[in-house]
């Protein structure tokens, strides 16, 4: 049985057969940003949230920690959240930004797409944001401690990265942690709104394993809690 990846490609396959444009050989200009704007209240779900984050645990998922590098040539104002907040911490100019994120998928193959999702209140996508590119690291199954570390607010753990093995991805420059099985390097190619959160996408420039840290597995998220695969 063929894979979605496998579906994609010969999808692609054909419509280049038929004359249908894809994006080989011409670049991907990225979509307008859009207007932001507050969630109406009609738009508010007619179930309750927390029966709505019940129910939704259910689905086990993957974990990785979104990183970019800290940016020299921000300006008070930049500072400030997208609702107008304070800043994400005095002192965090420099200094690469990261938060750990369930919401994450691959999103096309031509072009190679990913795309996460963040809440709109995040004080640390403003910093991502300005600097215009990410590296996805996928956790592994050992790694549930790291996540923890990246999950708290900026204003509880001003630098996430104290104590944190990492280097620089190669297109980029983008933190790219130390042992994480695979990691994905990208450019910001777009942003829609979705609600309370913001859909990301990520034009892929640069991916990779590391096939010894692989070999544990990766770190799932399932109802609350960090778990992973059993013989």
């Not at 508010?44 to 939704?56: C, K, S, W």
């Not at 420099?94 to 031509?110: E, M, T």
């Amino acid at each position: 049985m063929m894979g979605h990846a496998g579906m994609a490609a010969a999808a692609v396959r054909y419509l280049r057969s038929v004359g249908s444009p894809t994006s080989a050989g011409r670049p991907v200009e990225p979509l307008p940003r859009p207007d932001l704007r507050a969630v109406r209240e009609d738009e508010r779900l007619p179930v309750d949230p927390a029966e709505f984050r019940r129910v939704l645990g259910n689905f086990a998922s993957g974990v990785t920690v979104i990183t970019a590098p800290g940016t020299a040539d921000e300006t008070p104002e930049d500072d400030r959240n997208p609702q107008g907040g304070p800043a994400d911490h005095e002192g965090d100019h420099g200094r690469p930004a990261g938060f750990a994120c369930q919401s994450f998928a691959s999103l096309s193959l031509d072009p190679p797409l990913v795309a996460f999702m963040v809440g709109r209140t995040s004080t640390t996508w403003p910093r991502i944001a300005r600097a215009g590119v990410f590296c996805v690291n996928i956790l592994g199954a050992e790694q549930g401690g790291l996540c923890r570390d990246f999950a708290v607010s900026s204003d509880r753990r001003p630098d996430k990265f104290a104590g944190v093995a990492y280097d620089a991805a190669p297109a980029t420059g983008s933190p790219r942690l130390a042992r994480v099985p695979a990691w994905i390097d990208c450019t910001i190619h777009a942003v829609h709104t979705g609600g309370d959160h913001l859909i990301v996408v990520g034009r892929v420039e640069a991916l990779g394993t590391d096939e010894d840290a692989s070999a544990a597995g990766p770190l799932l998220f399932h109802r609350g809690a960090f778990g992973g695969f059993t013989s």
